[in-house]
């Protein structure tokens, strides 16, 4: 059975997770806290598998107490139970298992588990969780979808476009709307593979098969899906470098 552990300052919420995770059978309620100072020390002290986390915390912030978990050891597995979808990329980067948002409801709280148990196997083999964060590849870019954080394989992603203040990432099988800017998701990626081609387009230079000339020295690329990128006049001597030609 997984030990848990709550930290939450709003006490309906609170009560509302502790209902949920013990009605699943799975769960040991270990301990509970409102604030970050009680919950290191308390967390310390009870050594959970699994920390539920919340990151409005009445001032504090779940961010940085999950910073101080990973000094653990063994480090606890984190879920952010939180009412904001905006740090859902931070939290990934900081080992979270999962990122579940409020109003909490039970089959939402299942799939968490689930994730958890087939991951960390916990209560099989009887041995300290490894996050799902530390089994990632560098060849793979977390990027926040609706409300799940989808994993990208580097070589699958063909180009990236600004859209409409957000970006669109189209791979081999899929075209994902992300809710970060082509800014913040170039800053993510292997420059050594990707290049900024236009202010509104980032290619997977791996995935170019024919250069066409355009007008006033500009190009468009052929990719391998049979999508056509421009190259601007901007990028144009940086392109040509790489390309060498």
């Not at 848990?4 to 040991?28: C, F, G, H, M, W």
């Not at 954080?149 to 992603?157: K, T, W």
């Not at 075209?175 to 800053?187: F, G, P, Q, R, T």
């Amino acid at each position: 059975m997984l030990k848990a552990y709550i930290v939450e300052d709003e006490p309906l919420a609170r009560e509302e997770l502790k209902y949920l995770l013990t009605e699943s059978k799975q769960v040991e309620i270990v301990g509970e806290a409102n604030c970050l100072k009680e919950a290191i020390k308390d967390i310390s002290k009870h050594r959970p598998d699994l920390v539920f986390l919340d990151i409005d915390l009445d001032g504090d912030n779940g961010l940085d107490l999950a910073k101080r978990l990973l000094q653990l050891k063994p480090t606890p597995s984190i879920v952010f139970a939180t009412a904001y979808d905006e740090y859902a990329l931070q939290a990934f980067e900081l080992n979270a298992i999962d990122y579940i948002l409020k109003p909490f409801d039970e089959e939402r709280i299942r799939k968490t588990l689930e994730k958890i148990m087939q991951v960390g196997k916990i209560g099989n083999e009887k041995r300290p969780f490894t996050s799902l964060t530390n089994k990632v590849n560098l060849g793979k870019t977390a990027v926040l979808v609706d409300e799940r954080i989808v994993l990208l394989e580097n070589d699958s992603i063909i180009y990236l476009e600004a859209f409409e203040g957000k970006c669109k990432v189209k791979t081999m099988n899929e075209e994902y709307v992300v809710s970060d800017s082509l800014v913040v998701i170039e800053k993510k990626l292997n420059n050594a593979q990707f290049m900024r081609v236009h202010r509104s387009f980032i290619v997977n230079m791996d995935h170019i098969v024919e250069i066409h000339p355009w007008f006033n020295s500009t190009y468009n690329v052929l990719l391998k899906d049979q999508s056509k990128v421009p190259v601007s006049r901007t990028y144009v001597k940086d392109f040509k470098m790489y390309v060498n030609f």
